[in-house]
């Protein structure tokens, strides 16, 4: 502690710590984009204008200012979430369903930013993947052995005009479909992993992990939700390999393919639906890191930390309740009188 006065060097706001997570979310964009075309940007100019014009619509209805609420950039880290997590040549019904819950369901009508119990993309991509399962798993595929990239404009006419006469290759499963259809199909794992699935997911994963490493050093989030969900993911992933080798993958597959990274550095560490104490955000991080590898491999769905986190967000204040630090004067274990 240092002696007053005491000056604040740089100021820290909601619209500030926005753009920096969306500046955070761009290394992995760009990779997206590199790896499987522009449509990326489709979906997050789509996701963005959704998200805008639904939040105005709230706030005018509820009577609330629009520029405040607008401008503090928390319905554009919403809109970039979903987009990311959701097929980028999706159609733009898809896109608009899962906004419509994500902004004026899970947000709004639980009182707006600060007051929803559970993360609003996740919602948005648990409704869509929950009702439309066929179009969420349509995504951006390859033709022969070389990716197919689609530019801007083809990008826009599939998602607005739907695919047409263009390649049926615009769509493939992802590692982690495939990986379940081949187990459940009475394949073995080196069986399973056999086909060509390509390193491109690997490489969009790494650079979020890098978008989250640079998050932490500018201390917008702490180490302990992300290192706690990534560990407890290996570890039960690892745990149930050696269990049965032939029928579950490592950590490294479970850590570098799916929402692993995504979900570890941009929503376990949401500090409005997670926990907010220190130990509170690793028990969260940590049961919803074994919740993703349990329900990846025992559930009906290929990825599982939409639903992990979800369902972590229902315990978080239960957790925050009893993992309050000690308070300043009095012992470890008693709680300050009202």
Request: glycine share 10%.
């Amino acid at each position: 502690m240092t002696g007053s006065p005491f000056i604040q060097r740089e100021r820290n706001s909601v619209q500030r710590t926005m753009f920096k997570v969306l500046l955070a979310l761009i290394p992995g964009v760009a990779a997206h984009m590199l790896f499987f075309g522009p449509g990326i940007w489709v979906s997050l100019i789509l996701c963005s204008l959704l998200g805008l014009a639904l939040e105005a619509g709230m706030l005018t209805l509820r009577r609330y200012p629009l520029r405040p609420f607008l401008s503090d950039g928390s319905v554009l880290v919403t809109a970039w979430l979903l987009a990311l997590s959701l097929p980028t040549l999706a159609p733009w019904w898809l896109y608009t369903v899962g906004m419509v819950f994500a902004v004026v369901v899970a947000k709004h009508m639980y009182g707006g930013l600060g007051q929803n119990p559970f993360n609003p993309a996740m919602v948005g991509y648990a409704v869509l993947i929950v009702s439309f399962p066929v179009q969420m798993t349509h995504w951006p595929g390859l033709i022969g052995h070389v990716p197919h990239t689609p530019d801007f404009l083809e990008s826009f006419m599939v998602v607005f005009a739907g695919p047409g006469n263009l390649p049926d290759a615009y769509t493939m499963a992802t590692p982690l479909d495939d990986l379940k259809t081949q187990i459940r199909s009475g394949k073995t794992l080196l069986d399973s992993l056999g086909m060509p699935i390509g390193a491109n997911g690997q490489m969009v994963a790494i650079m979020f992990l890098f978008g989250g490493i640079a998050l932490m050093i500018k201390r917008i989030i702490t180490w302990h939700a992300p290192v706690a969900f990534l560990l407890a993911l290996a570890c039960t992933a690892w745990v149930l390999q050696m269990l049965d080798p032939g029928h579950h993958a490592g950590p490294i597959f479970h850590l570098l393919y799916g929402g692993a990274m995504l979900g570890a550095f941009f929503i376990a560490t949401d500090p409005v639906s997670g926990c907010s104490t220190p130990l509170g955000k690793l028990i969260f991080a940590g049961l919803a890191g074994f919740l993703t590898v349990i329900i990846r491999t025992y559930g009906n769905y290929p990825d599982g930390v939409a639903f992990a986190i979800l369902l972590m967000n229902i315990a978080a204040p239960f957790i925050d309740a009893y993992t309050q630090p000690r308070v300043f004067g009095h012992r470890r274990g008693k709680r300050r009188q009202p």
